[in-house]
């Protein structure tokens, strides 16, 4: 099993950047998919972002353009850089381990939060 330890979250003003780091420890990282999902008190899960072990990428509608999701396998990190970001995005980010691509979770970290103020 992949352990998960997510980083990078804070608060920032509407149109700024943060980008977000997911330390995974576990031999299978290289081949796992991994996925990035966020959510805001009294709401719903909302999938953001994934990608798999060849670089293949997907995106919520309400992120694409904005957010990019990356990894390093060299490194047991998966990145999600997230630029223009606007008051709807606070929520609290996790990182997570697909079970079925693109946007269903076997298991996530703590999470990190992100608060954009207008």
């Known amino acids: 099993q992949v352990q998960l330890v997510e980083s990078g979250g804070g608060l920032v003003q509407a149109g700024a950047s943060l980008r977000l780091s997911c330390a995974a420890s576990?031999?299978?990282?290289?081949?796992?998919?991994m996925g990035w999902f966020r959510q805001a008190p009294g709401k719903e899960r909302d999938s953001v972002a994934a990608?798999?072990?060849?670089?293949?990428?997907y995106y919520a509608d309400s992120v694409k353009g904005r957010f990019t999701i990356s990894r390093d396998n060299a490194k047991n990190t998966v990145y999600l850089q997230m630029d223009s970001l606007k008051p709807e995005d606070t929520a609290i980010y996790y990182c997570?381990?697909?079970?079925?691509?693109?946007?269903?979770?076997?298991?996530w970290g703590q999470g990190t939060q992100v608060t954009v103020s207008s």
């Open positions: 990608i798999n072990w060849l670089h293949v990428t």
């Open positions: 997570a381990v697909l079970r079925v691509w693109p946007t269903e979770y076997d298991y």
């Open positions: 576990g031999r299978t990282f290289s081949s796992t998919a």
